[in-house]
Structures are given as C-alpha cells and as structure tokens.
C-alpha cells in the first residue's frame, strides 16, 4: 500500500466528502449483486481507510476484518466503530506484502480503491488466494486504465488497470470465474477539465 503518511493528512477530513459514501454505497451495491453474502462469513476488507465499504456491507456479513497501514485512517475508523457500537469489526495495522499473514482465513476478501496504490499487485493477489478459503470470493473494485490524470504528476502507483490483464493476473494467481462490471463512475476535476474515471468491480473465486 501507499506510504501511510499521504493517508494519515486526509483521515479527519475523508468522510466528509459525500462522493466517498455515494462510491461505497454504489460499490457494495454492485458487490452484493454479484455475491450471495452471508451473515456467518468472516470477511476481510484490504486497504479500508476509514471503513466506509464495510460500513455499507456490515450487515450482510459476519466478523469483519478491516486491514490498513495509515494509523490516522485506523483512528477515525476506531472512532467511527465505537459511535456506531459495532462489535463485529475489528480494524488491523497491517501490509500483508510486508507482515507474515494471519492465521485467520475467510469466505470473502475485498478492497475499494487500493489496489492501484500496491507496487507488485501480482504477489498480492496470490496472498489474497491463500487467505481465502476453498470457494471463497474476492472482490475488487478499482480505476479502469486511465492517462495519469486521475492523481497527476508525481504518483507512483498504477494508472488503473486492464481488465483484460488483471483477469490475466487473477487466474494466474488461482482464480476462477473471473467477472467484471462497471460499478461506479468517478467525477473529477483536472487540469483538462471535468473527467469521468469509470470503477471496474472484479469479481473471482477460489476453486472449492
């Protein structure tokens, strides 16, 4: 994941943008389409800033693990858990690409915006296959390849992604039933206008 830091300045003030909620809702909307939820599935949402997606979907699943490397993200989330008197989510400090994996394993992995953000997303991928159980679903949701203009100069992460090339990546990392749709469209002003930036949600499973 991104350096915590950049996160860390944007915690206090990130849920007070209403598009972040209208894209959480708009994604876990499109996620709850594509899989049949269950309130005895542990989950584990990778990247979960300040929660927003797990917040959408916490009724529909279990035990929740939320797992971020920003502590000013992790605060407000611990804030936000205890306001709303939660006892099923249970934020993480972690970067699975640096820490040894929990023992836990779960029926459902997901992320919202983070994947572009991870330098070997190939390796991750493969982590996230071994973190699943047999016919456990992951799911992904993150910018279509797009031209830099989304953050600009400077940013070191993925310009998006291919779908063709990420479903590439995703069966070579075990996965199978690989499916996309078009989840939410991003609306963003840059130095060459209003932008729209589409969210793919990709959908797989691990084979039973």
Known sequence: MTAPSSFDDRAQSWDADPAKH????????????RIPLSSAWQA?????????LSFALHADLGRITLADNSPGMLAV???KIAAAGLTHLHPVDVDLL?????????ELIYSLMTL?????????????HELLRPGGWLAISDLDAEDGSFHGS??????????????????EAGFCGVDFCTAYV??????????DYPLFLAVATRPG
């Not at 209208?22 to 389409?33: G, I, M, N, P």
């Not at 584990?44 to 927003?52: A, H, K, Q, S």
């Open 154 to 171: 400077g940013f070191t992460g993925h310009n998006g992604f291919d779908r063709g090339a990420l479903r590439a990546q995703l069966t």
């Open 44 to 52: 584990l949402e990778y990247g979960c800033g300040t929660g927003l």
């Open 77 to 79: 989330l611990d804030r």
């Open 186 to 195: 991003i609306r963003k002003t840059t130095d060459q206008g209003s932008r």
């Open 98 to 106: 640096t820490a040894p994996l929990p023992a836990e394993r779960y």
């Open 116 to 128: 572009h953000h991870v330098a070997d997303v190939a390796r991750l991928l493969r982590i996230f």
């Open 22 to 33: 209208e894209r959480a809702e708009a994604v876990a909307a499109a996620l709850r389409r």
